[in-house]
Structure formats: structure tokens, C-alpha cells
């Protein structure tokens, strides 16, 4: 089985919308990392989370992480088609920074 | 801004032969990872390296795959004999610290064994 699971697979949302992208751990975590990949390109950081209970925001894009640090989730307020992408989270379990991903979660905003 | 970069961007190689990915890490970082990614599925781990030698690597990283910093600035990642399989994009990340530090990630080379 998955050690980390995306949910959605995918979305779409009207630009404007809010939405929501969660990411859950088979286990305790020391710390979760959320990525955003455009089709074909690299990764760009977005937020690191690492004590249980957690929350970071940065623009329009707040993160939060569970007190069992085994659940997060991504929240997007008021969508823009800059936004969207392939939303990773990573994991990192061994506090060692080697990182175990998602399978993504694909967002479309439509204009 | 310090990025860290891949070359080359695309490499189109036949099977059995060997090929060597190419990445320079940002400068002051000594923490570098290789990950994988089969186009449609998702980031996996493959290797961290540091202080010349290999931390961690995972069950994907079997004896056809090997790891360098011949320099003080590049780091590679050599698969000897390309299997169909090996067909992938393939990411490289650096980090300051062995902890709680984001990772760099590179913008990729896309390996085609034909």
C-alpha cells in the first residue's frame, strides 16, 4: 500500500474558487513538504511543515499539518490559472530529508 | 537566485548502453539527492549523497546505477546498461542541511531508451 495518499487525484475549479488538497501519511512523519510541479518541469518548494499542529501560509496558499503529523493539507484561497499544476506532497520519515512523494494531485484552474 | 541545474535536458539513448546524468548542486549546499520520475507516475527516491559517499538509497537504485561528485561542483548519476525501464525524467536536488531544509530540485533530464 501507499505510504502517502493524494486526494484528489485531480481538479477543476472555476477561477476565483477556493479549494483544498490533502495528503495522508500510513505513518508519523517528521516533517511534510509541499511541491508544485508544472507538466514536464522541475519542482518548486512551496512550504515545509514540521511540528504537529502546524500551519503556514504564504500568498494565497495555506498548509497545515496534523497534531499526528500524518495528515496535511493544502488550501488555495480564491484560485488562479497561475495556480495551476501538479500539487506533491513529500515526507520525509527517517529525518533525514530523503523524501518519499504522492502521486500528485493534478489542478486546472479555468478562467 | 542560486538554481540548481541538469544537463542535458534530453538524452536519447539504446538500451545496454550507459549514460551519465549531469547536475551542478548549488554551491553551498552538501546534501544531493537523485529522484525519478516514470512519465505518469509519481517523484520516487532513488539516492542522497554526502560527504563523497552514499546516505541512503533506495530498492530502485540497484548495482546498474552509481553516483559521483567528481568535482567540487558536479554531481552524477551513471546507469551502465540502459534497460527500457530506465526510460524516465530524472530529478536532482541539493540541500544546505541533512534536516528540515527544503530541497533544490533541478529542472530535469529526460531519459529515452529506445
Known amino acids: 500500500s501507499q505510504e502517502l495518499e493524494q486526494s484528489p487525484q485531480s481538479l477543476i475549479v472555476q477561477e476565483g474558487k477556493n479549494l483544498t488538497i490533502n495528503c495522508t501519511s500510513s505513518k508519523t512523519l517528521y516533517g511534510l513538504y509541499w511541491y508544485k510541479q508544472k507538466y514536464g518541469e522541475g519542482l518548486i518548494f512551496l512550504m515545509m511543515?514540521?511540528?504537529?499542529?502546524e500551519e503556514k501560509s504564504h500568498e494565497k496558499i495555506t498548509a497545515k499539518l496534523d497534531e499526528k503529523k500524518q495528515q496535511s493539507s493544502l488550501h488555495i484561497t480564491a484560485s488562479q490559472p497561475s495556480h495551476a499544476g501538479i500539487y506533491l506532497c513529500?515526507?520525509?520519515?527517517?529525518?533525514?530529508?530523503?523524501?518519499?512523494f504522492g502521486a500528485g494531485t493534478r489542478l486546472t484552474v479555468k478562467p | 537566485e542560486p538554481e540548481v541545474t541538469q544537463t542535458p535536458s534530453h538524452q536519447v539513448t539504446q538500451m545496454g548502453q550507459e549514460v551519465i546524468l549531469r547536475c551542478v548542486p548549488i554551491?553551498?549546499?552538501?546534501?544531493f539527492y537523485w529522484y525519478r520520475q516514470i512519465l505518469g507516475q509519481k517523484v520516487e527516491f532513488l539516492v542522497s549523497f554526502y560527504n563523497n559517499e552514499i546516505s541512503e538509497k533506495s530498492e530502485i537504485f540497484d548495482d546498474q546505477f552509481s553516483v559521483e561528485r567528481p568535482d567540487g561542483s558536479n554531481f552524477t548519476l551513471k546507469i551502465r546498461s540502459t534497460k527500457l525501464e530506465d526510460s524516465a525524467m530524472y530529478f536532482c536536488?541539493?540541500?544546505?542541511?541533512?534536516?528540515?531544509?527544503?530541497?533544490?530540485f533541478g529542472p530535469g533530464t529526460r531519459l529515452t531508451v529506445l
Open positions: 513529500g515526507a520525509d520519515y527517517n529525518n533525514n530529508n530523503d523524501m518519499r
Open positions: 511543515l514540521q511540528k504537529g499542529g
Open positions: 536536488a541539493s540541500t544546505r542541511a541533512i534536516r528540515n531544509n527544503e530541497q533544490f
Open positions: 554551491s553551498n549546499h552538501l546534501y
